[in-house]
Structure formats: structure tokens, C-alpha cells
């Protein structure tokens, strides 16, 4: 397989594939209405995007990854379906038409840099959204960054591959920094080492309001782990429901 195929089919299988039928139960229980268009930002290699498509939705699938875009656009091919996926950063977005939904999930936000950076992905979003359109998205709690990712560490092989995640804790406030490793197997049976470093940060419940609100978001409701309750000590995913 080419390298993109290749690093894209190990996330797809280390990846846990029950998660996506719960983002897409999450995402139907507050946009139940059909034919809408719905941005998802971050779509990794597109098997969110291609779940919506088949609900009846219109969907356009953004990703930073020029790789996982291109791995998304052969799924979408294949799966027979009119999703239109783009290369593209969240945080540049004025280009972007209108929606009645956006959504990111899989804690892509917890990727941005700082609070400045997640508001201005807030307001670019803000901007795509046509009146009384919503913003899904989930960021990994405190307790998940400061308790459940302490110390974390997290082996997977097969006979082609090897990936190795450890996990600790980041230079800022509710920070973690992951290292990832990956052996893949050549043609010739030589394994090939890759080494990632993925840094997250979340920031407190009221700081996420703050800055929904200064970015012009009308209202936000709050819950976890893929329900509708709210958020309690010990949830490991926040869900925000943002209504412009």
C-alpha cells in the first residue's frame, strides 16, 4: 500500500469502530432533520462523513491530512456516496459555505494550541453556520487528561504492524502529551519505525462557554460520554451543543 493507505489503515483498526455509530446516534438525536448539509470537521478518513451521507444527510468532509483526505475520498467512492471531501485547516474557514451543522469530534479540538485558537475556530464556525444552525463537538474532560491519561500506556500488534502509545502529562494546565510508535511491515518483511508526538490540552467547563459566547453563539447545552446528562466529576468526554 502506499504510505498514506498504510498509516491510515492502522488508525482505522486501532481506532475504536463502535465510537463512530456514537458520535452518529449523538449527532441524529440533535439534528434529526434530513437533506440538511453538514460540515464535519475533522473527518479523519471520512467514515463519520460516510455514516451521515447514508442517514440523508448532505455532508462535506474537512481534514488537515492531505493523506486521510485522500484515503476519505476512495472510501467515499467506494461506499457509492456524494460527499464532497476538502483538505482544509479549522482554523481558516472563511471560505466555507453555509451549513445548518457543524461538527468535530474525536477530541480534534483539544489539538489546538490555546485558547486563542480554539476561539478563533469557534468564530470561523460560527460564520459557516446558517441562522439557527448548531456546532457539535467533544473535548476530553479534566479528569480524562489529569486521571485516566496519567501514566497511560496502551500496546496493539499484528503480524504487519506494531503501535505502541504512552502517554504523559503536558507542559500546560490540563495538558498530555502522547508518543506514538509505529512498526510497519515493508514488502521485503523489513519493519519500518515512525514516531508521532500528538499534544492535547482541554480547559475548564466555563472556559469553553466564555468563549462560545464571545465568539456569538446564543446558547450552549453541556452533557457527556455520548448521553444527554450532564457532565459529572468522573466523565471522560464533554459534548457541546452550540445553537447560533
Known amino acids: 500500500m502506499a504510505s498514506y493507505e498504510t ?14 455509530n456514537d458520535w452518529l446516534e449523538f449527532t441524529k438525536r440533535h439534528m434529526s432533520d434530513k437533506g440538511h448539509a453538514v460540515l464535519e470537521l475533522a473527518c479523519g ?3 463519520l462523513s460516510i455514516l451521515l451521507a447514508n442517514e440523508g444527510y448532505d455532508v462535506t468532509g474537512v481534514d488537515l491530512s492531505h493523506d486521510m483526505i485522500r484515503l476519505a475520498d476512495k472510501r467515499g467512492r467506494e461506499n457509492k456516496t456524494d460527499v464532497v ?10 471560505d466555507i459555505s453555509k451549513y445548518n451543522m457543524v ?7 483539544c489539538y489546538m494550541p490555546n485558547e486563542q485558537a480554539v476561539l478563533d475556530v469557534f468564530t470561523g464556525v460560527h460564520k459557516s453556520l446558517k441562522d ?9 474532560s479534566i479528569f480524562q487528561i489529569e486521571e485516566m491519561f496519567k501514566e497511560y500506556s496502551y500496546h496493539y500488534q499484528t503480524d504487519d504492524f506494531a503501535f505502541l502509545w504512552e502517554s504523559y502529562p503536558g507542559v500546560n494546565e490540563f495538558s498530555v502529551e502522547h508518543f506514538l510508535t509505529f512498526f510497519i511491515k515493508e514488502t521485503d518483511d523489513r ?6 508526538l500528538h499534544e ?6 466555563d472556559t469553553y462557554i466564555s468563549l462560545l459566547q464571545d465568539a456569538g453563539f446564543s446558547s450552549v447545552d453541556i452533557c457527556a460520554d455520548f448521553t444527554d446528562d450532564a457532565p459529572q466529576d468522573d466523565s471522560t468526554r464533554w459534548f457541546f451543543v452550540c445553537y447560533k
Open 132 to 140: 439557527d444552525g448548531r456546532f457539535i463537538f467533544d473535548v476530553h
Open 7 to 20: 498509516f491510515a489503515a492502522i488508525y482505522d483498526e486501532v481506532m475504536d469502530s463502535s465510537l463512530y
Open 191 to 196: 519493519f519500518v519505525r515512525v514516531d508521532e
Open 103 to 109: 461538527t468535530c469530534y474525536s477530541d480534534s479540538l
Open 200 to 205: 492535547e490540552r482541554t480547559y475548564e467547563l
Open 85 to 94: 471531501f476538502k483538505q482544509g485547516d479549522m482554523l481558516q474557514l472563511d
Open 45 to 47: 478518513t471520512g467514515i
